[in-house]
C-alpha cells in the first residue's frame, strides 16, 4: 500500500481546505480552535433552543400582566393567558409550573427596573437635598405607571383582599418602598420643602395622583378631551405633583 493511499482526509471542512499539494507531499495545516461541524451544530441549536424559550417566557409575561392588571388573579387563567400568547398552555406551566408563579414571576419582570431606579435614587439621596431626592422619586413613579398602568390596577385588586400574594408584594416591594418615600417626605418636612401634613397621607397622594389617571385612560380622555399616554400631558401631571408637594 503507497503513502498517498494511507494519508488521513481531515474530518472538518476548515482542516480540509487547509489541505495544499507541495511536491507530491500533502501538508496539512490544523486549526485548534476549530470545531467538530456536529459541535457547532449542536451548540447553534442550544442557543437557538435557549433564544426561543426567552421570547415564550417574554410573550407569558407581557399577557399575564395585562390580564393581572384587568381581571385580577381570580379572574386569570394560564389557559387563557396561553391562548393569548398564542403557546400550548403545557409551555406556560413548563416556564412557571402554577399560576401563583407566574404571577410573582409577571410582578417581579414589570417592577425590576422601577425597583432598581428607586434604589439608585434612594443611594444618591444620601447626597442630595430631600427635594431634589423627592422630585426624582416622583418622576420616575409617574413615568413607571404610564409605561406600566397594569401595576396600579393589580396593587389595587390585591389591596382589597388580604391573601398571600398581597403579604408578598408588601415584604418584597411596597414596606421599604414605602419607608424610603416617607422618610424622604419628613426630611423635606424639616428642611421646609415639603408642605407640613401626615407623611404617610402624602405618599399615598403622590401613589394615587401617580398611578390612577392611567389606569383610567378612557374616562381621563372622555371628560378632560385630553390623552393622559401623551407625553405633554405626562409632564403636566408631574408638575401638578410638584405644586401639591413642595412648598
Same mark, same amino acid.
Given at each position: 500500500?503507497?503513502?498517498?493511499?494511507?494519508?488521513?482526509?481531515?474530518?472538518?471542512?476548515?482542516?480540509?481546505?487547509? +489541505?495544499?499539494?507541495?511536491?507530491?507531499?500533502?501538508?496539512?495545516?490544523?486549526?485548534?480552535?476549530?470545531?467538530? +461541524?456536529?459541535?457547532?451544530?449542536?451548540?447553534?441549536?442550544?442557543?437557538?433552543?435557549?433564544?426561543?424559550?426567552?421570547?415564550?417566557?417574554?410573550? &407569558?409575561?407581557?399577557?399575564?400582566?395585562?390580564?393581572?392588571?384587568? /381581571?385580577? /388573579?381570580?379572574? *386569570?387563567?394560564?389557559?387563557? &393567558?396561553?391562548? #393569548?400568547?398564542? %403557546?400550548?398552555? *403545557?409551555?406556560?406551566?413548563?416556564? $412557571? #409550573?402554577?399560576?401563583?408563579?407566574? @404571577?410573582?414571576?409577571?410582578?417581579?419582570?414589570?417592577? #425590576? #427596573?422601577?425597583?432598581?431606579?428607586?434604589?439608585?435614587?434612594?443611594?444618591?439621596?444620601?447626597?442630595?437635598?430631600?427635594?431634589?431626592?423627592?422630585?426624582?422619586? +416622583?418622576?420616575?413613579?409617574?413615568?413607571?405607571?404610564?409605561?406600566?398602568?397594569?401595576?396600579?390596577?393589580?396593587?389595587?385588586?390585591?389591596?382589597?383582599?388580604?391573601?398571600?400574594?398581597?403579604? @408578598?408584594? %408588601?415584604?418584597?416591594?411596597?414596606?421599604?418602598? $414605602?419607608?424610603?418615600?416617607?422618610?424622604? +417626605?419628613?426630611?423635606?418636612?424639616?428642611?421646609?420643602?415639603?408642605?407640613?401634613?401626615?407623611?404617610?397621607?402624602?405618599?399615598?397622594?403622590?401613589?394615587?395622583?401617580?398611578?390612577?389617571?392611567? *389606569?383610567?385612560?378612557?374616562?381621563?380622555?372622555?371628560? *378632560?378631551?385630553?390623552?393622559? $399616554?401623551?407625553?405633554?400631558?405626562?409632564?403636566?401631571? %408631574?408638575?401638578?405633583?410638584?405644586? %401639591?408637594?413642595? &412648598?
Amino acid at each position: 500500500m503507497t503513502k498517498a493511499a494511507t494519508r488521513k482526509v481531515p474530518k472538518t471542512t476548515s482542516q480540509r481546505t487547509a +489541505i495544499r499539494n507541495r511536491g507530491g507531499r500533502v501538508a496539512v495545516r490544523l486549526n485548534d480552535t476549530d470545531q467538530p +461541524i456536529e459541535t457547532r451544530t449542536e451548540i447553534g441549536g442550544k442557543q437557538a433552543q435557549r433564544t426561543r424559550g426567552t421570547d415564550v417566557r417574554e410573550r &407569558i409575561l407581557k399577557v399575564a400582566l395585562e390580564y393581572f392588571g384587568t /381581571f385580577g /388573579f381570580e379572574g *386569570t387563567s394560564t389557559r387563557a &393567558i396561553a391562548e #393569548k400568547a398564542e %403557546i400550548t398552555h *403545557t409551555l406556560v406551566l413548563y416556564h $412557571f #409550573k402554577s399560576k401563583d408563579q407566574l @404571577w410573582i414571576a409577571t410582578v417581579e419582570d414589570a417592577l #425590576k #427596573k422601577y425597583a432598581h431606579d428607586v434604589e439608585t435614587i434612594r443611594v444618591a439621596a444620601a447626597q442630595q437635598s430631600a427635594q431634589e431626592a423627592l422630585t426624582k422619586f +416622583i418622576e420616575q413613579f409617574v413615568r413607571m405607571s404610564a409605561e406600566h398602568p397594569q401595576i396600579h390596577r393589580l396593587m389595587t385588586m390585591e389591596s382589597n383582599q388580604n391573601t398571600s400574594r398581597l403579604e @408578598w408584594i %408588601i415584604e418584597h416591594f411596597v414596606r421599604d418602598h $414605602f419607608n424610603f418615600v416617607r422618610d424622604l +417626605i419628613r426630611r423635606g418636612q424639616a428642611e421646609g420643602v415639603v408642605r407640613q401634613c401626615d407623611p404617610a397621607r402624602l405618599y399615598y397622594l403622590i401613589i394615587g395622583a401617580g398611578g390612577t389617571p392611567f *389606569t383610567l385612560r378612557t374616562e381621563y380622555k372622555a371628560l *378632560t378631551g385630553r390623552d393622559v $399616554f401623551s407625553d405633554a400631558e405626562i409632564l403636566r401631571n %408631574i408638575a401638578f405633583i410638584y405644586e %401639591i408637594v413642595f &412648598i
